[in-house]
């Protein structure tokens, strides 16, 4: 069973079900917007303290988190390559059995590494040829199982589940997923996801904590919340730190993205030192809620998801 984070820890870790520990927050390299000089800001993340990064396959990020790692042993900021945690994530286009175990081969020659820490299906979504297809769940899972087997992956799990689909999976996986990656923040608390992963010991990480702001599909929820700010105020924090920090004490873990170096080290001084009061807490509960990465380009009148509620299983 997963466990409660290690409060003891600069970056305090969950133990996940494999045994292995997880740094609870992760650098995130999914941007947009990635700036060439992607892989220093990383070494810089992990020379304050950084020890989990995020890429995905999708994200065309392996290259430049590959390089950061190779650097970071390299210059003696980490000792070893068990000191990172690195994890990345299955695309639509790989989501089809057969396809699972080249793919994460792939992921791993442009990360020039010998085996991940965790490898995520990134959406509950398939394509073949540039088209949509089914979404073979346990074709896949199987996949994902050989990838675990073979020592590719020390753990294996999912992103953009819902609570539904958690339970599908659990019913027919003989590995169990370690990790349901999903949008979460303030904004958009996903109680019942985190109830469903929480009876089946599988811990919940969360990318947007803060929102997505400024992407595509981004919601001004948090960052711009006057709940968020007038607890920030009292408390002589960003807002950034706020948010963070009620995350965190969901028991949550997340993927916070930022190149700035400054908001790097602020996002690290969440952890202790300061907790969120239960009156600031039952504040930030009155927050609206509002999903914001839809997953609308996975919805067509001829696909097998023919509405956005079809992708959540109407958890919107």
């Not at 995020?54 to 990020?61: E, I, K």
């Not at 990656?181 to 469903?196: P, S, Y």
């Not at 408390?235 to 009620?246: C, E, H, S, Y």
Request: aromatic content about 8%; hydrophobic content about 40%; glycine content about 8%.
């Amino acid at each position: 069973m997963a466990s409660r984070p290690d409060q003891d820890a600069a970056v305090p870790r969950v133990t996940l079900s494999t045994g292995h520990a997880m740094p609870v927050l992760a650098f995130g390299t999914g941007s947009s917007r990635t700036p060439p000089d992607l892989a220093d800001t990383i070494l810089h993340a992990v020379r304050v303290g950084y020890r989990h990064i995020d890429t995905a396959s999708f994200y065309r990020t392996e290259p430049a988190v590959g390089a950061a790692v190779a650097e970071a042993m390299r210059s003696g900021a980490v000792a070893s390559r068990a000191d990172l945690f690195v994890t990345s994530k299955l695309w639509i286009s790989d989501a089809r059995p057969g396809r699972v175990v080249p793919a994460l081969r792939e992921s791993l020659a442009r990360l020039s590494l010998g085996y991940l820490d965790l490898f995520l299906v990134h959406w509950p979504v398939a394509t073949d040829g540039g088209t949509q297809v089914g979404f073979d769940m346990e074709g896949v899972w199987r996949g994902m199982e050989e990838c675990h087997r073979l020592g590719l992956a020390r753990s294996v799990g999912v992103s953009n589940f819902s609570a539904p689909k958690m339970d599908r999976l659990m019913s027919l996986a003989a590995v169990p997923p370690a990790v349901n990656q999903v949008e979460l923040n303030v904004g958009w608390r996903q109680e019942k996801v985190r109830e469903a992963c929480a009876s089946h010991g599988v811990v919940v990480s969360a990318y947007s904590p803060l929102g997505a702001l400024g992407t595509a599909w981004g919601s001004d929820a948090v960052m711009e919340s006057s709940v968020l700010h007038q607890v920030a105020a009292a408390k002589g924090k960003t807002v950034a730190q706020v948010a963070l920090r009620w995350v965190y004490e969901q028991g949550v873990c997340f993927v916070a993205r930022s190149y700035n170096r400054e908001r790097l080290e602020q996002n690290m001084a969440i952890f202790s030192g300061w907790e969120l009061s239960e009156e600031e807490k039952e504040l930030i509960a009155t927050i609206p809620q509002k999903r914001a990465s839809q997953g609308e380009y996975f919805v067509s009148p001829d696909g097998p998801y023919k509405s956005v509620g079809e992708l959540w299983d109407d958890e919107i």
